[in-house]
Nanobody, 126 residues
Framework: VQLQASGGGLVQTGDSLTLSCAASGLTFSYYTMGWFRQAPGKEREFVGGISRSGRNTVYEDSVKDRFTIARDNDKKNVYLQMNSLRPEDTAVYYC????????????????????WGQGTQVTVSS
């Protein structure tokens, strides 16, 4: 199983950025997917998650109304659209696949995720 995250970069406050995560080696539509981030000196935190169908999403409070998660099961991709970026959004962003296939809802606990991408750096300058 491989998850390949991409799309990170250096942006300014208020800018937008879209991250992509390409999955291979798994039946993508069987897995709920999550996005996490980790800033220097901090623990990895949940950003948001998406159900297998894509109809159900959940977000961490600080990104709600600014970030949107979507997926394309045919392309085996999951996306994180980030708008109105802030310096505190600076982190390495990771995509992850649930450790349990056919889960109903996305989960917030990173321990519930089995497969992880390598991470992509997002830096927001003030």
């Amino acid at each position: 199983v491989q998850l390949q995250a991409s799309g990170g970069g250096l942006v300014q406050t208020g800018d937008s950025l879209t991250l992509s995560c390409a999955a291979s080696g798994l039946t993508f539509s069987y897995y709920t997917m999550g996005w996490f981030r980790q800033a220097p000196g901090k623990e990895r935190e949940f950003v948001g998650g998406i159900s297998r169908s894509g109809r159900n999403t959940v977000y961490e409070d600080s990104v709600k109304d600014r970030f949107t998660i979507a997926r394309d099961n045919d392309k085996k991709n999951v996306y994180l659209q980030m708008n109105s970026l802030r310096p505190e959004d600076t982190a390495v962003y990771y995509c992850a696949a649930d450790r349990t296939i056919m889960s109903v809802a996305p989960k917030r606990d990173p321990l519930e995720y089995e497969y992880w991408g390598q991470g992509t750096q997002v830096t927001v300058s003030s």
